[in-house]
Every structure is written in C-alpha cells, then in structure tokens.
C-alpha cells in the first residue's frame, strides 16, 4: 500500500508518496499541461525531476512525447480532426495518411527526432508518382499536425518550416484539365434528354438531370439530394443547402463498408440559391411531371423509378451510355459543372458571379480554376491584331 508523504501542498508543487517497493513516485499538474509523473529511489530524487519539469514548463520548452509520428497523427485524427470534419472529409484525410504517411519512413520516426530532411525526402519520393494536388494534401496533413504539436508544446519546433513543395511543372504526373463539353456536344445530350421509347416512356432517366447540371453549376452531391421544397417556380430559384456524400462506415453495426449520408453543403459559401435558365426549369418540370404520371411520392427532384435516392454510380453510368450512344468523348458528370463555369467565363460573365453561383469558398477557387482557360482565347486575340 502507497504511503502519502504529503497530505497537503501548495497549487503546483504536486504529491509524493512512498511505493511499496520502496522506491518513491511524484505526481503535478501544471495549468495548460497535463498530469505528469516522476519515479525514484528517493524523494529527493522525484523533487529534483519536479522542480527540473516546472522550471521547463516556465521556460516554455516543449515536453516532447516518446511516440512514433504516425500514433502520433492517428491521435490528433481522431481526438482534433474527425469531430471538427465532415465525414466525407475526414475519410479523405485518413486515406491520405494511411496511404502515404502512416508506414513511409516518416511514420516510423520518434516525434522528438523528425526533421525536415526526413519529410523532404518523402516529399520528394512522391514527384514520378503523384500529381500536385495529390503531394499536397500530404503536405498539409503534416503540416497541420506539427503545429498541433507545437501548440501542445509536444514538440518545440514545426518541421515542416523547412520543407519545400515541388514545383507543378517538374512533376511526372501532371494536373488532368477537366474536360468540358462545345455547345454542340451540349445540344446533343439536350436533345437525347427527350428521347422515349415506342411505349412513350422515358429512354434516359436521368438525361434531363445532367442538363440541369449543365445549366446550374451543381454538384453531383447537390443534385441527387436537391429536394421539391427547395425548387420556387414562381420566382425561378433553386436552394440549395444540403448535399448526398459516400463515407466509410464507422460504426461496425452493418456488413456495408460505406454509407450514403444527406447532409450539409461542402462550404459554407455552397449554401446558396441559384436562379434558373430555361432548360433548367424545363428540366425540373420534366421530373415534376414525370413523377405526377408514375404516382410517385418522393420529394427528392432526382429519383428512382420506386422514388428512392439516386446512387452515384447509376447516376454516371446512364451518363456513360448517353455519351458512348452520342459518339461523344466520355466525361465525368463533374465535368457538367465545370462545362457551366467555363461556359460563364467565355461569356464574360464577372469571375465574383461565378463564384458565388458555384459556391466556391473563395473567389481565387473559381479564378485559378477557371479563369485560365480563356488564355488560349486571348492568345488568338492578339495575334489577331493587325500591327503592320
């Protein structure tokens, strides 16, 4: 049985007690930091360490932990990350580190003795593989937990000062454009929306989804779960302010490794109303009228044939057949979204109207997206010019 030396000691100071071995133990909690405890033959031995660990933390010096980086990233995941998440995200966040973080050399190095060469190396192993976008979701991952780890005083420096990113230009793997659609490939996919069969039913069910993408920027997420209460055909608007997304499923309860949840838009700026065009609002009638005929009760706008959520890969697979029976080049149904922004660019329509209307959660999204892509338009321009 452990025998208190002290009953009672000022804030701070903490408690000693004698261990049955005969060895002695200290705890003290420091304000900010937390419980810490010190063994020693004598308790003199454990006052020396305690007085050692409080003029430490009064210098400010951090209290670096002997764990490995990647425990060290699974903590700050799960106990900072996944409750401030969106699932979607969080799972986005995780395969990035499971992928390319958690077993590398990195992962494997103690907290206290990373440096930036070792991150920089792996950094750089990742440039004949991996595109920009890709190495940077690393980056930030890192980058974000060191200065958690600062923060915490759990490391007394962020490594990651001293790492460089790659430039984009030097990369094997390049940034793909996304692919868009010419008005006449749009016309196309139109007029194929229409088509029926001999019964009269419709040949493509969601032919005229794709076209109301095409015309209002959404995202795939957006349009399936784009509800009736949210379309005003009397002012011509369409709300939107939630979103269907596919995220792992955590709760162990279920043989399914995915869920399909509803829930909020990506940004907060996504929340946002959007006014209609009219093949946008042809489109919305066409479902108002499609499901008034099957007798479907459903307030979701984009719906099954027994009036259920759409899931995403029927949704690009009829996209697929449609295109691959237009003798059209195949696309994302992303790809729909970016056709409406460039499509507003070209007209030159103000980059801040683009953006709002596509719910960026900044204005240099929609610019570095979009707003170089008419630089091939500009080039001709000017070389057009009669400077003789």
């Known amino acids: 049985m452990e025998n208190k030396l002290n009953t009672r000691n000022k804030k701070g100071e903490g408690s000693i007690a004698l261990r049955p071995n005969g060895t002695y133990y200290g705890r003290i909690t420091l304000e900010g930091l937390p419980k810490k405890t010190f063994y020693g ?99 930030q991952l890192l980058n974000a937990c060191f200065r958690y780890a600062v923060t915490s005083r759990d490391l007394s420096f962020n490594p990651m000062d001293g790492v460089l990113m790659p430039k984009e230009a030097v990369l094997a793997k390049k940034t793909k454009e996304v692919p868009t659609l010419t008005p006449a490939e749009l016309e196309k996919l139109y007029e194929a929306s229409k088509l029926t069969y001999s019964t009269g039913n419709i040949r493509f069910r969601y032919g005229y989804a794709y076209i109301l993408i095409a015309n209002t920027g959404l995202r795939c997420g957006e349009v399936l779960a784009l509800t009736w209460d949210c379309v005003d055909f009397t002012n011509n608007t369409i709300r939107i302010n939630k979103s269907v997304e596919r995220t792992k499923n955590r709760s162990g309860k279920s043989e399914n490794k995915t869920l399909r949840i509803i829930g909020e838009t990506k940004t907060k700026n996504s929340n946002r109303t959007i006014p209609l065009n009219a093949r946008a609002k042809e489109a919305l009638l066409f479902y108002k009228a499609l499901q008034e005929k099957e007798g479907l009760q459903t307030n979701y706008v984009i719906a ?85």
Request: glycine share 4%; proline share 1%; hydrophobic share 40%.
């Open 41 to 139: 033959k004598t308790e003199k031995d454990v006052r020396a360490k305690m007085n050692a660990y409080k003029e430490q933390a009064i210098r400010g010096e951090a209290f670096v932990k002997k764990i490995f980086v990647s425990d060290y990233i699974e903590e700050w995941l799960i106990n900072y990350k996944q409750p401030s998440l969106k699932p979607a995200s969080y799972d986005r966040l995780e395969v990035t580190f499971k992928k390319h973080i958690k077993d590398s050399y990195v992962g494997r190095c103690q907290l206290g003795s990373i440096r930036s060469t070792d991150i920089q190396k792996l950094i750089n192993s990742k440039t004949d593989t991996l595109s920009y976008s890709s190495i940077k979701k690393i980056y």
């Open 304 to 388: 099954t044939n027994t009036g259920q959520i759409v899931q995403n890969g029927a949704f690009q697979n009829m996209l697929n057949n449609m295109l691959k029976q237009l003798n059209i080049a195949h696309i994302g149904i992303h790809s729909l979204r970016h056709t409406f922004a460039t499509n507003l660019i070209h007209s030159g329509v103000d980059v801040k109207v683009v953006s709002k209307l596509l719910g960026h959660a900044s204005v240099s999204i929609t610019y570095n997206t979009y707003v170089h892509t008419t630089m091939d338009d500009a080039i001709l321009a000017v070389q057009a010019l009669d400077i003789a």
